[in-house]
């Protein structure tokens, strides 16, 4: 009697057992089973934080953010390449080269930055005795980047010379993706977004510096790996630096200047 009690017993505990994994098993099944709604989703993917700092950007102007290297008034800003003073001229809102007074340089340094810069080509293309000026002769200066790697400034519009070496080159190493100049005379802009080399503690070059250019507008250098700091004769090479002045190059030509601003990256 004792015995039939006992595995009455059992059997209703394995079915008692059994009950409670069956139960469990269905409501795990009902949990995955519950379906999101789209917007549920959706939200899985949307990151809130950090949130961009505001930047007003006024047509024709400077962005909030950007430090105004020349604003048409004066050239606080600048020095001559040597450290003397910044001997170029400033009238009507523009900043002209006086040609043979050296190159300038920004009193700050940088390192990865935005940059634009507006100049213009003087419309007189000949020289004292009438010859039109040719090549690299004609109103030639240039913006160099960490005063090391330039991105030349050169009347390219209809005026003939190797391609790596026209406007919008980084000179001696890249050829512009297309020929966006305008004619002397008007203004044009640079946009440029650059990334600074980079140099371990024995000034072994670890990362080169990279540099994309857009002129008026439209990209003419695409994230161009640079060589080295550019030079005239010969292949470039690096040598180590840190964050240093942006450079505009005297070559002798009154080319002109306006609104020129930076960004720190
Ligand atoms: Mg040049």
Redo the contacts with the bound molecule.
């Keep these: 009697m004792q015995n039939i009690i006992y595995i009455n017993h059992k059997r209703y505990l394995t079915l008692w057992m059994l009950f409670i994994l069956t139960s469990s098993q269905l409501m795990a099944d009902t949990t995955t089973e519950v379906k999101k709604e789209p917007w549920q989703l959706a939200a899985e993917t949307e990151v809130w934080s950090p949130v961009p700092a505001p930047v007003t950007t006024p047509i024709n102007g400077a962005p909030s953010d950007a430090i105004v290297l020349f604003d048409g008034k004066n050239l606080n800003q600048w020095q001559g390449a040597e450290g003397n003073a910044a001997r170029w001229k400033v009238k009507n809102g523009a900043l002209t080269i006086v040609p043979n007074t050296g190159s300038i340089k920004t009193k700050n340094s940088f390192c990865d930055v935005q940059l634009h810069v507006e100049w213009m080509m003087p419309t007189k293309i000949s020289d004292h005795d009438g010859k039109i000026l040719e090549g ?1 002769a004609r109103n ?3 913006i160099f980047l960490q005063e090391q790697y ?1 991105v ?3 009347d390219s519009y209809q005026n003939k010379t190797y391609a790596n070496g026209q406007a919008g080159s980084i ?1 001696k190493q890249s050829i512009p993706l297309v020929n966006a100049s305008r004619a002397p005379g008007q203004w044009q802009t640079y946009d440029i977004i650059f990334s600074a080399p980079l140099f371990d503690a024995v000034e072994k070059l670890i990362k080169p510096a990279r540099i994309t250019v857009l002129h008026n507008g439209v990209l003419i250098q695409n994230n161009f790996e640079i060589e080295g700091s550019t030079t005239w004769i010969g292949k470039p090479a690096y040598k180590a630096h840190g964050c240093a002045p942006l450079l505009l ?1 005297d ?1 002798g030509d009154a080319v002109s200047f306006r609104n020129i601003w930076i960004r720190k990256l």
């Design positions: 690299q030639n200066s240039g330039e030349q400034v050169l000179y190059q070559h």
